[in-house]
T-cell receptor
């Protein structure tokens, strides 16, 4: 069966510090991968998605970047965190089969920028 | 531009009664719709989905209805249980290999014992 891992679970970082969040998927090949952010009291905002190694699409201009160095690894980064980067970050994967398009989410990382 | 909208931020129902969560969309190119359930500090979990070629899909206590002419879908939970208390997100996707989902803002459901 497929599993998705995210770490760390929680993170407190000062403004201006770098960020690296990692996501890995097991049990599937060539998944589509996604990074979302949920700000306090808000919905899920798609930040980046990737349909293959080295292929990254950005949905919103921001202080963050993403990379996919391996088929089942997705990394979210920042060189200098802003207060507005605080939120709950979620990684998800999907494998498109016909009409079906379910995404499966990891446990999330709670990031607090102080 | 909010392409997927959940206009009710919250809903409270009594245990055993029906919960109806609503969702509207604006993009007629969406062809697949999903509902997710989310507990605090956890990732969303997939509940049920429906493709645009159907108007109803049922899975146990959960039924999703799609009205394409009104660009509206709803999730019915019958009977509601206290463990159903969570935030529910609807999502939509269109054609293409990206698998991108557009999520609504979520509705917080509280089921009272």
């Amino acid at each position: 069966s497929q599993t998705i891992h995210q770490w760390p679970a929680t993170l407190v970082q000062p403004v201006g510090s770098p960020l690296s969040l990692e996501c890995t998927v097991e049990g599937t090949s060539n998944p589509n991968l996604y990074w979302y952010r949920q700000a306090a009291g808000r919905g899920l905002q798609l930040l980046f998605y990737s349909v293959g190694i080295g292929q990254i699409s950005s949905e919103v201009p921001q202080n963050l970047s993403a990379s996919r160095p391996q088929d089942r690894q997705f990394i979210l980064s920042s060189k200098k965190l802003l207060l507005s980067d605080s939120g709950f970050y979620l990684c998800a994967w999907s494998v498109l089969v016909g009409f079906t398009n379910e995404q499966y989410f990891g446990p999330g990382t709670r990031l607090t920028v102080t | 531009d909010q392409q997927v909208k959940q206009n009710s931020p919250s809903l409270s129902v009594q245990e055993g009664r029906i919960s109806i969560l609503n969702c509207d969309y604006t993009n007629s190119m969406f062809d697949y719709f999903l509902w997710y359930k989310k507990y605090p500090a956890e990732g969303p979990t997939f509940l049920i989905s429906i493709s645009s070629i159907k108007d109803k899909n049922e899975d146990g206590r959960f039924t999703v209805f799609l009205n394409k002419s009104a660009k509206h879908l709803s999730l019915h939970i019958v009977p509601s249980q206290p463990g159903d208390s969570a935030v529910y997100f609807c999502a939509a996707s269109g054609a293409g290999n990206t698998g991108k989902l557009i999520f609504g803002q979520g509705t917080t459901l509280q089921v009272k014992p």
